[in-house]
């Protein structure tokens, strides 16, 4: 059973492109999360899914971030018009319908800005 | 989720016990306390979580103070590769359908010398 995918690994952007980040859940998996990690920094919540559906975005900028989890394919997160201040590692858990279990997180997505 | 307060860093010897403290005294009722880590460059790894009794896994013991304003995390024999942040983290159970959505604080640093 593959863990949480996320690709790619390491992401170059100069400012003012675009970013996306993908997550493949685990299977059996219905829940997504995306949480950020600054340089040096705790991990931030950003946004939580489940199919088609935003739940929570407590976590995400107003602006230029975006996500989504179609019914078919990975997680999405967009980020438009990067900024040096983007530069982080962005991790994507995914969990099943249900509680009192776990989260299982990928291994992330580097973003660099250049 | 009520917050939780964890020393910046713990050293240890290979081969010896880790006790890693976490205090939580604004602790609900239905608050379950959660560990992750999380190794150099990769994402945060689900190690053990309890409500009262204490539990134990193949990764680690988990010890629950009576009042459970405060538990312990025990890495029996440390290895190199328990070098780690060390995450605390309180869950309200009742959150059953968002399990993933975490509020990280900025953990415990665990240095494992040889």
């Known amino acids: 059973n593959a863990g949480v995918m996320q690709n790619p690994r390491h992401l170059v952007r100069r400012r003012g492109q675009e970013a996306r980040l993908r997550c493949s859940p685990m299977k059996g998996h219905s829940h997504v999360y995306w949480y950020r990690q600054l340089p040096e920094e705790g991990l931030k919540f950003m946004v939580y899914?489940?199919?088609?559906?935003?739940?929570?975005e407590s976590g995400m900028p107003k602006e230029r971030f975006s996500a989504e989890f179609p019914k078919e394919g990975p997680s999405i997160l967009r980020i438009q018009q990067v900024v040096r201040g983007d530069s982080a590692a962005y991790f994507c858990a995914s969990s099943p319908k249900g509680g009192n279990t776990e989260a299982f997180f990928g291994q992330g997505t580097r973003l660099t800005v250049v | 989720d009520a917050k939780t307060t964890q020393p910046n860093s713990m050293e240890s010897n290979e081969e010896e016990p880790v006790h890693l403290p976490c205090n939580h005294s604004?602790?609900?009722?239905?608050?379950?306390i959660h560990w992750y880590r999380q190794l150099p460059s990769q994402g945060p790894e689900y190690v053990i979580h309890g409500l009262t009794s204490n539990v134990n896994n193949r990764m680690a013991s988990l010890a629950i103070a009576e009042d459970r304003k405060s538990s312990t995390l025990i890495l029996h024999r440390a290895t190199l590769r328990d070098a780690a942040v060390y995450y605390c983290i309180l869950r309200d159970q009742r959150s059953t359908d968002s399990w993933g959505k975490l509020q990280f604080g900025a953990g415990t640093q665990v240095v494992v010398t040889p």
């Open positions: 899914l489940q199919k088609e559906n935003i739940i929570d």
């Open positions: 604004t602790i609900s009722g239905t608050d379950y």
